[in-house]
């Protein structure tokens, strides 16, 4: 939104509750719309569900005619292929439609096959978050590939800077040293992200006398999607059964995440399921962190092994303990790793490259 020139572009965007980004789009120029679209996701797959999503897609399908009519809709930008009445209302109005796809849903077969098809058919130019990303929504559906494209997604450099403002207060707030080697992991609590498999390698190196070897400190950052409370109920019940609780902090959702990323010497984030590509990796790269991740999904293409970081087999505790072990081993390594990620960082996930290629699709279509 800020990257659009505001003497051309009028945007408006519907978020489906009012939240942190509300005053950060409205500060950008755009007009806000709060109203939960129907969205696809497992808990849809109940006789209720079902009933709710159908009842949602056509008072959302009239909702958003209404509005492309009085606001004079030029331009549709999806962004999530879990988000279907857009694309409806922009073949209905005869509209352009750019469609970004952030998911990479490998279950159930049915909900995969349908996300393939309804963004393979009612788009105009389909943004794909990875080549993996890309490959996974072109299985059997070869006859579109010239609508999609890879987009990396990009970050901020100026707010994700290692070099700027003073050292950073999460160290003192949470009491660790100076001297300590401190684990990030930051994103959503979900059953796939693999937050108990980092618990599970936390007891691992504690067993192996390093954590008091290192000094190490291990650092939760996150939260739940409505829905899924137990993850996070689950995470916190085993972080305190850890044999040193008091190195493992769990602090929720935090907006100041680079000062977060200041604090650490590594980043992990040990998924069990293929990312499409995190932006939260692309962050910690960004902020010159050697990362940890599993060698599956876009992450692959995020990390370049042995050069940025390391990659590990999903859902493997024992591997994420060594590879833990071997960068809390090496200060060089760590050193010469958060170097060369931070500079893949700003060769391949650059915020101008990826806001000027979505602004060029919206002046060609």
Not at 310 to 331: E, F, G, M, Q
Request: proline residues 6%; hydrophobic residues 45%.
């Amino acid at each position: 939104m800020r990257s659009l020139d505001p003497s051309f572009f009028r945007s408006i965007v519907i978020v489906p509750c009012d939240g942190p980004l509300v005053p950060e789009l409205r500060k950008a120029g755009a007009t806000v719309i709060i109203r939960e679209l129907p969205v696809l996701r497992r808990g849809v797959f109940t006789p209720f569900g079902i009933i709710r999503f159908a009842w949602q897609s056509v008072t959302s399908v009239v909702f958003l005619t209404t509005l492309a009519r009085a606001a004079k809709v030029d331009i549709f930008h999806t962004n999530t292929a879990s988000l279907w009445t857009p694309g409806l209302v922009a073949a209905i109005k005869s509209k352009p439609h750019i469609w970004q796809i952030m998911e990479l849903v490998e279950q159930p077969q049915l909900v995969r096959w349908a996300m393939s098809k309804m963004t393979s058919i009612f788009s105009s130019r389909v943004f794909c978050i990875s080549d993996a990303v890309r490959s996974h929504f072109l299985k059997g559906n070869a006859r579109y590939a010239g609508k999609f494209k890879t987009l990396y997604h990009g970050v901020d450099q100026t707010e994700y800077d290692p070099r700027a403002g003073g050292v950073s207060t999460v160290r003192e707030k949470l009491r660790i040293s100076d001297s300590a080697l401190v684990v990030l992991y930051a994103g959503r609590f979900s059953d796939w992200k693999g937050q108990d498999v980092l618990a599970e390698a936390v007891k691992i190196l504690s067993a192996r006398g390093l954590i008091e070897q290192y000094d190490m400190h291990f650092i939760f950052l996150g939260s739940c999607f409505p829905g899924y409370e137990h993850c996070q109920e689950s995470l916190a019940g085993a972080l305190a059964q850890l044999p040193e609780p008091a190195r493992v902090h769990l602090k929720g959702f935090q907006r100041n995440l680079p000062d977060w990323m200041k604090a650490a010497d590594i980043f992990i984030l040990p998924s069990k399921r293929p990312e499409p590509n995190a932006t939260v990796l692309i962050g910690a790269m960004t902020m010159g962190l050697p990362c940890i991740g599993t060698n599956i999904g876009g992450t692959v293409e995020t990390i370049d092994q042995e050069k940025t970081g390391l990659l590990v087999p999903p859902n493997d505790p024992k591997a994420i303990a060594n590879a833990i072990a071997v960068l809390a081993s090496d200060t060089t390594l760590r050193e010469s790793m958060g170097r060369e990620g931070r500079a893949r960082a700003q060769e391949l996930f650059s915020m101008k490259n990826y806001c000027r290629t979505i602004t060029a699709a919206y002046d060609k279509i």
